[in-house]
């Protein structure tokens, strides 16, 4: 009997460390996407986007709806003087991964931001967190297709996203250019210098987390992050419409001249439990857990 159960716990060890094993080489082999196509696939994305102010109007003017199609008087309020998320339970909590933009990086866009804009749009305007600039990659669970799941279905999950950060390495990044949204989102448009790329990275967390919505809410290229969103009617608004999109072009480009080109590290993937709505976006509850990437390549 001794020896059947010694056999059979070797047959167990063997068969883990096989799993492990294929698991490990799946996410090294997952996607090999040639850096050439994905900067011309971003570059195509960004251009859209910044079509999108002239093409549908500045919607934000009049409320309007976030890119994950929620109100924005759902989301703020104005409470003694001051723009103020309203905090709202996620059921079942959002399990995003994302990656990390560190202060030493996000601190000095932040202020050029606010330097530009808080002048013109004081107390209607929310600046994103610069502790939390974060380019959103992948979603275990999100409000469109919520995916519950057990605490030790979690763990498994940061685990598989930790094994995703071990092989992927720390992108060197520049800013390619900043557009306004229709929805009033301020968004940092990035291009990658050198280091695992956006749909790599996505097609290996896609690997790892085999549960997740099948639809994503972002392109596979896309390298973003929010600076800010405009929720109404800034001081000295012209009255026309053309004359009120040229307003903000010239802010806009304003902000690009000031930070167009400027260049980042980032090194950290994250996987957050979003206990409230869009709680990256508005400081609102989480739980973040931490993985440096692995690969030393730069």
């Not at 924005?72 to 103020?84: N, Q």
């Not at 992108?171 to 306004?180: N, P, T």
């Not at 229709?182 to 967390?205: E, F, H, N, Y």
């Not at 480009?253 to 930070?259: G, P, T």
Request: hydrophobic residues 40%.
């Amino acid at each position: 009997m001794a020896i059947r159960a010694r056999t059979g716990t070797l047959i167990w060890l063997i068969s883990t460390f096989l799993f492990y094993l294929g698991f490990r080489m799946a996410l090294l082999n997952s996607s090999n996407n040639p850096p050439s196509a994905s900067s011309e696939r971003r570059s195509r994305l960004y251009d859209k986007m910044a079509k999108d102010l002239d093409e549908n109007g500045a919607a934000f003017l009049k409320g309007g709806e976030t890119s994950q199609s929620l109100s924005l008087s759902d989301l703020f309020t104005l409470k003694d003087g001051a723009v103020t998320p309203i905090l709202k339970a996620a059921d079942p909590p959002v399990r995003a991964n994302v990656l990390y933009l560190s202060p030493e990086y996000s601190l000095p866009i932040s202020e050029t931001v606010k330097g530009i804009f808080l002048p013109y749009f004081d107390k209607v305007i929310w600046f994103q967190n610069s502790s939390l600039y974060h380019f959103s990659m992948f979603h275990a669970s999100h409000h469109i297709s919520p995916v519950p799941a057990t605490e030790n279905e979690i763990e498994a999950e940061a685990n598989a996203v930790k094994s995703v950060a071990d092989v992927i390495c720390s992108l060197k990044i520049v800013l390619d250019r900043v557009v306004l949204t229709s929805t009033g989102v301020l968004l940092g448009c990035w291009q990658v210098i050198s280091g695992t790329d956006p749909i790599d990275i996505r097609a290996k967390l896609r690997t790892a987390l085999p549960h997740a919505p099948e639809k994503q809410l972002y392109d596979a290229a896309m390298l973003h992050t929010s600076f800010a969103r405009l929720l109404g009617q800034p001081k000295n608004l012209p009255e026309s419409t053309s004359d009120q999109l040229q307003f903000f072009h010239e802010l806009v480009n304003r902000l690009n001249n000031q930070i167009r080109g400027f260049e980042a590290t980032v090194s950290e993937l994250w996987y957050v439990e979003e206990f409230d709505m869009l709680a990256l976006a508005l400081n609102g509850k989480m739980k973040v857990r931490q993985f440096n990437m692995g690969c030393s390549k730069t």
